[in-house]
T-cell receptor
Framework: EAGVTQFPSHSVIEKGQTVTLRCDPI?????LYWYRRVMGKEIKFLLH????????ESGMPNNRFLAERTGGTYSTLKVQPAELEDSGVYFC?????????????FGPGTRLLVL | AQSVTQLGSHVSVSEGALVLLRCNYS??????LFWYVQYPNQGLQLLLK??????LVKGINGFEAEFKKSETSFHLTKPSAHMSDAAEYFC?????????????FGGGTRVLVKP
């Protein structure tokens, strides 16, 4: 069974440009999460989808970030316009149920560098 | 609110020696606790989790952790380090669902194994 996949693995863009990150969860997982690790800091929660609905987006830093999950399958996270402080590793995770004891399975991350 | 503190951002151990990674949590409700490992150029992989059953939890690759409520700790141990254990380790907590289903991570501990 394929794990969580993320694309691209790396992205280098200039300040002011737009970047779109994609996450494909494990097949059959209704719950999809985005996290981010800024250099030298903790991994922090961004948002949680249940199927196509945003369950919790309390961690989204500002309105330059837009997450979608059309059809409840893959998800995209768009940053527009990108700022220097957006650099970091963006992780996607998925889980089958939404119990807090469920294991969240993580993808390899997208390393974003904004110059 | 929930929080996690990992004592020591870097730990160096000799091959064959005990690995001890410290994790203390703060949660106003019973927590569910997780240890993840990130090997170089890979995503986060679950090592083990505590979900209110046995307080001593065994995980993959010879790791185990003990939940101690009185000490609010969930330290990770392995009796004998192997070179392949070189990685970054993350402790995380999830708790009552009303607070949202999101993992709160510690800052991570990078383990170096010396031959």
């Amino acid at each position: 069974e394929a794990g969580v996949t993320q694309f691209p693995s790396h992205s280098v863009i200039e300040k002011g440009q737009t970047v779109t990150l994609r996450c494909d969860p494990i097949s059959g997982h209704d719950n999809l999460y985005w996290y981010r690790r800024v250099m030298g800091k903790e991994i922090k929660f961004l948002l949680h989808f249940v199927k196509e609905s945003k369950q919790d987006e309390s961690g989204m830093p500002n309105n330059r970030f837009l997450a979608e999950r059309t059809g409840g399958t893959y998800s995209t996270l768009k940053v527009q316009p990108a700022e220097l402080e957006d650099s970091g590793v963006y992780f996607c995770a998925s889980s089958q149920g939404d119990s807090v004891r469920e294991t969240q399975y993580f993808g390899p991350g997208t390393r974003l560098l904004v110059l | 609110a929930q929080s996690v503190t990992q004592l020591g951002s870097h730990v160096s151990v000799s091959e064959g020696a005990l690995v001890l990674l410290r994790c203390n949590y703060s949660s106003s409700v019973p927590p569910y606790l997780f240890w993840y490992v990130q090997y170089p150029n890979q995503g986060l992989q679950l090592l083990l989790k505590y979900t209110s059953a046995a307080t001593l939890v065994k995980g993959i690759n010879g790791f185990e952790a003990e939940f101690k409520k009185s000490e609010t700790s969930f330290h990770l141990t392995k009796p004998s380090a192997h070179m392949s254990d070189a990685a970054e380790y993350f402790c995380a907590v999830n708790s009552f669902k009303a607070a949202g289903n999101k993992l709160t991570f510690g800052g991570g501990t990078r383990v170096l194994v010396k031959p």
